[in-house]
């Protein structure tokens, strides 16, 4: 692996395309190198006067597991979540039918029934286990900050995840690895001050991996965009 890729060969129409939640990785790392050229440039993210709010934690290796262990058991004992910002996940009108055909197309890729309670909760616990990634990235901010500063958070997810496209790895912005910040907490040793948002899971696809096959659409330019004059 060279340690620079200054011209990927991807261009950032492409990448805006081609970047998809991706739901199941194979076991093989980035590498250090290219891990490190990726973070470095999504420090080009704006933010509000510059403060650049978000604290990345990248985890691999070890220490995925031991995590991964644990988060996985909380989500099969159905611990209650206890997120740093309390979410409970429901949308009114046109937003309730996005999120809803949404989860159609994913569990209809995995083959997982509305009415199969079971099945959606194993299909839930899959986030808990990063998809089987071999890294995640936990994005928290520091406790003063809040609505303004998430707005930065989510510019800097989106540039790390073009970036993570643009170099053939793949990715998943997960707000179910926000549900028990003090796990993640404690075992990356991180202070109660720092409040996580949610997490991304990335590594190489395993495009076997029925979840992968799931594809959503989007609202129309003349649904979603006003144009004044
Ligand atoms: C902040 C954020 C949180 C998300 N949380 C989850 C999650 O917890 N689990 C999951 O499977 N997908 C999650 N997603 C992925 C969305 O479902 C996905 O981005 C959306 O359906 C559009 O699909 P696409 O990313 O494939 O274009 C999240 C995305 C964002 C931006």
């Avoid at 080009?44 to 403060?51: D, G, I, K, Q």
């Avoid at 404690?186 to 991996?209: K, M, N, P, Q």
Wanted: with cysteine; net charge neutral; glycine share 8%.
């Amino acid at each position: 692996m060279t340690a620079r890729t200054p011209n990927p060969a991807m261009s950032l129409d492409a990448a805006i395309r081609e970047r998809r939640s991706v739901r199941g990785f194979l076991d093989r790392e980035v590498s250090a190198e290219l891990l490190e050229e990726i973070f470095e440039l999504a420090q080009r993210a704006p933010s509000n006067c510059n403060v650049q709010p978000w604290v990345p934690h990248v985890v691999s290796g070890e220490a995925l597991h031991r995590l991964r262990d644990e988060l996985v058991q909380a989500g099969r004992d159905h611990v209650p979540p206890l997120p740093d910002w309390p979410a409970d996940g429901r949308y009114p009108g046109v937003y309730r039918a996005r999120q809803v055909d949404a989860a159609a197309k994913l569990y209809g890729a995995m083959g997982v029934e509305r009415s199969d309670l079971v099945g959606r909760h194993a299909a839930y616990v899959r986030n808990q286990a990063f998809f089987d990634a071999p890294h995640v990235v936990f994005i928290f901010m520091h406790q003063p900050f809040d609505t303004r500063e998430a707005t930065d958070l989510g510019m800097y997810a989106q540039t790390l995840m073009l970036l993570f496209t643009s170099r053939g790895i793949a990715s998943c912005a997960q707000g179910a690895l926000g549900l028990y910040p003090d796990t993640v907490r404690r075992h990356l040793g991180i202070a109660a001050e720092y409040r996580l948002l949610f997490g991304i899971s990335f590594g190489y696809e395993d495009t076997t991996v029925a979840a992968n096959a799931a594809r959503v659409g989007r609202a129309d330019l003349g649904e979603a965009v006003r144009f004044h004059r």
